[in-house]
DNA sequence: TTTAAATTTATAACGATTCTAAAGTAGAGT
DNA sequence: ACTCTACTTTAGAATCGTTATAAATTTAAA
């Protein structure tokens, strides 16, 4: 429809052919208002319902770690047996509900600035991760 | 030899018989000065090295996680296809060297103070986790 | 010593992710 | 529009860390 030449360019623009399977895997993930968490089965799942030709999860798999590549998503820090991404791509934190499992985003006035005042030498900072775990009080 | 009535006594107060594999891995873990960090494959290994009875890797895991259950382990909340652990169940942060693929203690000093200011109703907090990734700078 | 429950073990199963190699597609050059 | 080649998709196999299974062994209570 209509966005799709934005997505056509910005693949074009990484140096990745504009696919419909990318076409369609970048709309579903960034044609929206709200940044989000997902899986690679939250993806292939949301896959299957927009749309009658299926994507193969070889495809899924290649896609995702191509966008993570080019920096349009992020991989979050997190102990589980499956990898969780996130659409927004700045600098921010995370509770983790261990009940329903998912990521929740905090925002910079959500955490007091974080200062890291030890360094090794011949090594730099690349990121800097929190992760705040959660679960139902009762 | 010496040290062994000690953690039979931290493995029959805790509900799990010292057998003596739990014990031989018990003298690996925890009988030494400094804490440290390590994987499934890391203790595997350093067990063939230290004893000529092998210890089945199912009762590795099976160890390490009661171990993990008694709170005398931590794991540590990483993107990695291993699962580390940590000998230091105090809370701490970490530096993660992403060349070496190796933990790194930050103790408070290295850290300032860390506040949480969002909440959510009827969750509660149950571990803040910063994860500091690192790289050889040049 | 007897006996039930806990533990160890080898091996199978599992599941997320990556690999393979064959078939299909995009786009540059003509 | 046609050709050609590099890129992409795909189904299925392979990988690998971890967990499950079920039989043999060991612990420790009675
Ligand atoms: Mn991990
Ligand atoms: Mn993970
Ligand atoms: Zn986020
Ligand atoms: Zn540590």
Redesign the pocket.
Known sequence: MSNNHIFIEKL?SS????????IKICKLLFDRKDTFHF???DLSDSLRKITL???????I???I?AFKEKGYLKEISINS???YFDTNVSNHHHFFDENKKELIDLNDNDVGKIKIKKSLPGKKIKSIELLVKIANSN
């Not at 140096?15 to 990318?22: A, F, V």
């Not at 030709?53 to 495809?59: G, H, M, P, Y």
Request: proline share 4%; charged share 25%; hydrophobic share 20%.
């Open positions: 074009r140096g990745l052919r504009p696919t419909k399977q990318r899986t690679i089965n030709d299926k994507i193969s999860l070889a495809t798999y290649n896609t770690n047996n499956k990898t």
